[in-house]
């Protein structure tokens, strides 16, 4: 476990991946922050990861540079602590506490029963839980999203463009924060085939029986890669994978497949964090992780905390997908407008997107 404490300044940083960077190698840039006055300054805010780690392109590394940009206004310095593994949950959120944090972010649904135990037993501590909702306590501010608004774009895309008939699914584990993308995305199709009379299928999901393909854990490994596999074994062209660094396993399936198989990324615009994978990108599930972060961490170093859940949505632009990138030439001529369409039926009520997952329903 390393505790890094650095002077937040987003001058020099100018991508995800800088500050994906800063956070792997524990170095401060030389600049000095700016910005807040007396107050900020003496505000601590704090963040530990999950197992993903601060450099997973994704979740974690949106998270980062968020509350980057809140320190970064408030002239005051970042302590971060990465998380190796689930057993790192407790005593890092224990460290940051004996560090003396004003606030601590908690990176990710797992660490829920770590947080909630920390709150507890420190109620001057600030915590902000990311993707769980599960904490009732003065001192704990969920950020929490309705991705499945989000992920019924992406659906509706996705089979849209399929070639095969086939889309593909899977997740790390089957938590709510997880299958709620699932659900989304298979419901887009859902909708999709119900406007065009289509027939496309989503395997990896069941949504109605709420069962699917997961490979246990978060980590990029071969479990992954051959679920990923399975996927393309049943003719999917366009895969979901849901869960962190999963989708770099699902790139070497894919690679060695030589099949044109294309994606969909999660959490972060995966073509930009992800340069590596560019070619593969559909579009990605965007959570505003950072915006989020940023919002919350700036009201509590300017003394405006407070426990009411903040929840991303396609209306307050919490959620969204990415652009097309390289496929804008090769999607659908009338697909966007399609999108925009469903967008603003979703924000105004008229198309009902919901989930077990989503928080309207916790």
Known sequence: MTITTRRATLSGLASLGVIALLAGCGQAPEESGAGGGDAASDFTPCIVSDAGGFDDKSFNQASFEGITKAADSLGTEVTDVESETEDDYAPNITSLVD?????IVSVGFALAEATKAAAE????????MLDDNSIEAENVKPIIYDTAQAAFLAGYAAADTTETGTVGTFGGMQ???????????????AYYNEQKGADVKVVGWDVDAQTGSFTGGFEQNDTAKQLATTLINQNADIL?????????SA???IRDSGKDVKMIGVDADLYETYPEGAEFFLTSILKQMSTGVEDVVTDAGNGEFDNAPYVGTLENEGVGIAPFH??????????????DEISAGI????????????PSAE
């Open 99 to 103: 560090e003396g944090c004003d606030l």
């Open 121 to 128: 037993a420190n109620p001057d501590t600030h915590f902000v």
């Open 175 to 189: 938590f709510p924060t997880v299958t709620i993308f699932m659900d989304g995305f298979a419901d887009g199709v």
């Open 240 to 248: 979901l994978p849901v869960g962190g660094p999963i989708f770099i």
């Open 251 to 253: 790139i070497e399936a």
């Open 326 to 339: 390289d496929f804008e030439d090769s999607v659908s001529e009338t697909l966007q407008a399609e999108l």
């Open 347 to 358: 924000i105004d009520g008229s198309i009902e997107v919901t989930s077990p997952a989503s």
